[in-house]
């Protein structure tokens, strides 16, 4: 089985930034591939960040250059860190852990709001 905890959501004012955490635990590797995914309001859940097991990372076109992905393999931890937050950035934040092609598994997803 697979564990993801995701923390460091809340209430931010725009232009603010916050940081999340997800720690994995169970049955993982680190080259699994992580990501972040959002979903806000009446919308599709979308991806916002991924990062493979060497680091390589893509992110949505209406995040770079703000939003900044990375992990730490020895404490099984991916992070996102946001800046320069806008009020549409306000989501429920969702981690996510590849075990193998095909199999995802979802964290419980951690509340962001902006406020403007």
């Known amino acids: 089985q697979v564990q993801l905890v995701e923390s460091g959501g809340g209430l931010v004012q725009a232009g603010g930034s916050l940081r999340l955490s997800c720690a994995a635990s169970?049955?993982?590797?680190?080259?699994?591939?992580m990501g972040w995914y959002r979903q806000a309001p009446g919308k599709q859940r979308e991806l916002v960040a991924g990062?493979?097991?060497?680091?390589?990372?893509n992110y949505a076109d209406t995040v770079k250059g703000r939003f900044t992905i990375s992990r730490d393999n020895a404490k099984n931890t991916v992070y996102l860190q946001m800046n320069s937050l806008k009020p549409e950035d306000t989501a429920v934040y969702y981690c996510t852990l590849d075990r193998a092609p095909g199999l995802r598994h979802w964290g419980q997803g951690t509340q962001v709001t902006v406020s403007s």
């Open positions: 990062i493979t097991g060497g680091g390589r990372t």
């Open positions: 169970g049955s993982i590797f680190s080259l699994n591939a």
